[in-house]
């Protein structure tokens, strides 16, 4: 490979098939970590009680790494369901998290020897994939990858509002990476999203109060994946809208909405969920939902809560 650091480390991310690839210099948050606080003390995270913990890690990464150098952002693509499925777009395959991890892995393998011989010290990294107090999609903004939507997604000059973020943190020196004349701000990103907020004026729930203001408690996304209870008929909090996993209204919404090249692990139960009726979620046993099911993103919230939410 030729060229600087941070031009092989791309060309590296891309034939992995990352869709895009940043950098940015570690060091604490500004105005994402003030809408964080605000976030938390309005009480707008419902019965997410972690993402009020580690809160100086989220704020901070080189406290997750205990060093300092440079963020590693990689952007993951995903497809779009058929319209009316119930389930998210992201939870059609393998468990996202997994995956996208085993190919941050596979980049750190082939990436190590030149970060190592550029930096002239041993290789520290650590790999997050929306696991852990990082606060991914402002470090994707950081990187120059895209923009915050009034959703409050992370939307990707690439590859649309429908993407996923894998980080790196590394010991390596920003400088040695050599790319803010080569990438940073690289694609001219927008300061917002233009403002059409489709997206609030299709949120059914009214969760989305303002631009890029969201009311957790709600959210049928919330109810759908993180929330635990069990509603009795007629309880919900909500109307599901026909939601079983996650939802999607105010991602149809937007401009930014395209169909991407999507790895063929996250949607390996595409047509398998999207030929599910609501009886049959309700008639699923046991077994079926191993068989299927075993190692998605489906398995945060359960079989029971998936018939639940029906």
Known sequence: MEGTLFSQLTDLALGLGFADFGAARMQPLGEPARRLDSYLEEGRNAGMEYMGRNVDKRKDPSLLLEASGSVLCFVVPYGKARTGTPVASFALGL??????KDRLYMFLEKAAPMMEAASGTALRARVFVDSAPVMDRAWAVECGL???GCNNFFI????GIRCLIGIILCNVDFKLLDCMDLRWKKHDVLLDCGMCCNC????PTGALKAPYTLD????????TVENRELYAPGSRP????GWIFGCEECMRACPWDRENEVWPELVCNKEYIESLTAEDWQNMSEDEWEKHFSG?????AGLQKIKNNC
């Open 200 to 203: 609030v004026k299709h949120c």
């Open 296 to 300: 998605t993103a489906l398995t945060r």
């Open 156 to 159: 990707s000059t690439v590859a």
């Open 216 to 223: 957790a408690e709600r959210c049928i996304s919330y109810h």
């Open 146 to 148: 895209g923009f915050f």
């Open 238 to 241: 909500v109307d599901y809208s």
């Open 95 to 100: 468990d996202y998290h997994k995956v996208i």
